[in-house]
């Protein structure tokens, strides 16, 4: 749809339309979320596509005159920003609000770039030789928390490049003008959110976090936010379960 346009051209209309039809939602936890909406399918997946960042969620609504609603998201620190900056300089409804979320964003990709370049020390430093007390010392960490650094170093630096928000988990069911919508994704296009957990998961999850391992890494292997693992850990959520 957009293959023929340049770049200039493509993100100038994209600026239009996010003026539009776009949303910037800066919540009361740490997170961003800058989307997209509309009908029309097709032209929802061509700005993913030509973008090149983001997920797509089909809306479906209990009302059966309200069409489905097609919104493209995008959720990470560090590619919400990219876009942002892409389309700043055409923007001009949401110019500020534009403005307020690229203020927001940047200390927290400062501070993602800090632990990116801490892991990737830790790890240099111990795969020479380093005594992991002294790397301790240096660092100002426990001994513990070194060892859990270097164990978990792939998938730390892998958030960390990717700058991920925490609990950027996708919502599965919301309320829009007091109708109930189911959201479906790409990596869940059949079930609702609830029914991804049940007693047989919670349990492997408990299991998995009394062995030591990290909350993120727990939440990534079982598709769930950050929250909801360390909800099932303190036993605020599935109480009944051992």
Known sequence: MFDTWTDDQFYAWLAGFFDGEGCIHIPNQPGI?????????????????????G??????????????????????YSEAESLLLRIR????????????????????LDKVIKRHQLYIEVGELIDS???????????GMTRKMVDWVYRYRPTLLD???????????LESVQNHKKCKATVRTESNPKRRRWNLLGEERVS???????????????????????????????????KHVV
């Open 33 to 53: 979320d800058v989307s997209i909406s509309n009908t029309s399918q097709a032209l929802i997946e061509a700005i993913r596509v030509r973008v090149g960042l």
């Open 55 to 76: 997920i797509i969620e089909e809306i479906t609504f209990s009302k059966e005159n309200w069409r489905t609603k097609y919104s493209w998201r995008v959720r990470r």
């Open 89 to 108: 300089p055409f923007l001009t409804i949401k110019a500020a609000k534009a403005d307020e979320a690229l203020a927001y964003m940047r200390p927290k």
């Open 129 to 139: 030789g380093v005594p992991r007390s002294e790397v301790a010392e240096r660092f």
């Open 159 to 169: 958030r960390a490049r990717k700058g991920a928000a925490p609990g950027a988990m």
């Open 204 to 238: 492997q999850i408990r299991a998995r976090l009394s062995r030591g391992e990290p909350t993120v890494t727990v939440a990534e292997a079982f598709g769930i936010s950050i929250q909801t693992v360390r909800d099932i850990a303190q036993r605020r959520t599935w």
